[in-house]
């Protein structure tokens, strides 16, 4: 992920929003790694574009995302101000999961669009993992 970092440009086009900034160098990982990569050994199930699609489509991420930089800012001091720390790493994926979960339990249709426990797993892993590298600016 560190060579889609430097080839997406969209920290550049969008400065001040980074969520958005973040989660296009997530799309292309997933596009690459998921459904070319995998999709090329892996068979079977609701096969790879089903469960990469579900990373990069909705605005559900983008959502679980935005909570976790609001959570940050409220309870870290803001982007790159959280220390680097296995405590804090998990005070936030936590929240952040947590939130996507009820989330997922409030909304039906967000339970529907991820209809496999693999793909919500993965969407909450990339949420809580994005947020955790814009808190502590480390990955």
């Given at each position: 992920f560190g060579h889609f970092a430097d080839?997406?440009?969209s920290d550049r086009k969008y400065p001040n929003d980074p969520v958005r900034s973040s989660l296009e160098i997530v799309a292309a990982g997933c596009m690459l790694f998921d459904q070319i990569w995998l999709g090329s050994y892996m068979s079977g199930?609701?096969?790879f574009t089903q469960y990469a699609t579900a990373a990069y489509t909705d605005n559900i991420l983008d959502d679980y995302t935005q909570y976790g930089v609001d959570y940050i800012k409220k309870n870290h001091?803001?982007?790159a101000m959280a220390k680097a720390t296995q405590e804090v790493v998990n005070d936030i994926a936590t929240e952040v999961t947590l939130y996507g979960t009820e989330q997922y339990e409030d909304y039906p249709t967000a339970l529907e669009s991820h209809f496999g426990g693999s793909q919500r797993a993965t969407v909450l892993?990339?949420?809580s993992g994005v947020t955790a590298?814009?808190?502590t600016a480390n990955s």
């Amino acid at each position: 992920f560190g060579h889609f970092a430097d080839m997406i440009q969209s920290d550049r086009k969008y400065p001040n929003d980074p969520v958005r900034s973040s989660l296009e160098i997530v799309a292309a990982g997933c596009m690459l790694f998921d459904q070319i990569w995998l999709g090329s050994y892996m068979s079977g199930g609701v096969g790879f574009t089903q469960y990469a699609t579900a990373a990069y489509t909705d605005n559900i991420l983008d959502d679980y995302t935005q909570y976790g930089v609001d959570y940050i800012k409220k309870n870290h001091g803001g982007i790159a101000m959280a220390k680097a720390t296995q405590e804090v790493v998990n005070d936030i994926a936590t929240e952040v999961t947590l939130y996507g979960t009820e989330q997922y339990e409030d909304y039906p249709t967000a339970l529907e669009s991820h209809f496999g426990g693999s793909q919500r797993a993965t969407v909450l892993a990339a949420a809580s993992g994005v947020t955790a590298a814009l808190a502590t600016a480390n990955s």
